[in-house]
């Protein structure tokens, strides 16, 4: 089955720099890679996501390039705000919509003002 | 976007009692919706996939005898939490999708006393 690995765990950055963060997956079937902000006690949230047949994606100050080569695509947030603070899962699935999303272990980031 | 709720948002129960939890899909209808379990600073790991009408398919490592799962309607699945113990303490998320992408109920924190 699907198997996704996100990098860092961790993340700290200053106010108004970038953030990156990466993931990579393991099933080249996979085509559908969404991107959930999560804060404490709350549902994961969509903030962006990238269907296989595009490269790369931005909305505002987020972006998501995916590399289907390599089986791998990161989450790019720059101009950094202290409300961008949560922790953020990528995840994998075969087809968007009702088909079951794999998680990665999530990445807890952490603007200092 | 689509709105699924959960019920309860939280409970308490003792060890070896059984505990229900709602997944409603308020403004669309769900033949598929997923069951989610999410430990303190973890990912969420998919648990079962519930179906419309039919039984529900389980992830590798998740008793389905403990676990019960009915999805009786388009717009309701129910997951029951048998013989509860505090090892089943967790937060329970569900998601529902259509044809664009998957929506997350706000989760029930289930703590087992």
């Known amino acids: 089955g699907e198997n996704v690995e996100q990098h860092p765990s961790t993340l700290s950055v200053q106010e108004g720099d970038s953030a990156v963060i990466k993931c990579t997956y393991s099933?080249?079937?996979?085509?559908?890679f969404p991107w959930y902000k999560q804060e404490l006690g709350k549902r994961p949230q969509l903030i962006i996501d990238?269907?296989?047949?595009?490269g790369e994606k931005k909305d505002q100050r987020i972006a998501v390039t995916l590399n289907k080569t390599a089986k791998h695509f990161s989450l790019h947030i720059t101009e950094t705000q202290p409300e961008d603070s949560a922790v953020y899962f990528c995840?994998?699935?075969?087809?968007?919509?009702?088909?079951?999303?794999?998680f990665g272990q999530g990445t807890r980031l952490t603007i200092n003002p | 976007g689509a709105v699924v709720s959960q019920h309860p948002s939280w409970v308490i129960c003792k060890s070896g009692t059984s505990v229900k939890i709602e997944c409603r899909s308020l403004?669309?209808?769900?033949?598929?919706m997923f069951w989610y379990r999410q430990f303190p600073k973890q990912s969420l790991m998919l648990m079962a996939t519930?179906?419309?009408?039919?039984?529900?398919?389980?992830e590798q490592g998740v008793e389905k005898d403990k676990f019960l799962i009915n999805h009786a309607s388009l717009t309701l699945s129910t997951l029951t939490v048998t013989s509860a113990h505090p090892e089943d303490s967790s937060f329970y998320i569900c998601?529902?999708?259509?044809?664009?992408?998957?929506?997350f109920g706000p989760g029930t924190r289930l703590t087992v006393t």
């Open positions: 998601s529902a999708g259509d044809a664009t992408e998957q929506y």
């Open positions: 099933d080249s079937a996979s085509n559908y």
């Open positions: 990238i269907r296989s047949n595009v």
């Open positions: 995840a994998a699935a075969l087809i968007q919509g009702a088909q079951k999303l794999v």
């Open positions: 403004d669309f209808q769900a033949t598929t």
């Open positions: 519930s179906n419309e009408g039919s039984k529900a398919t389980y």
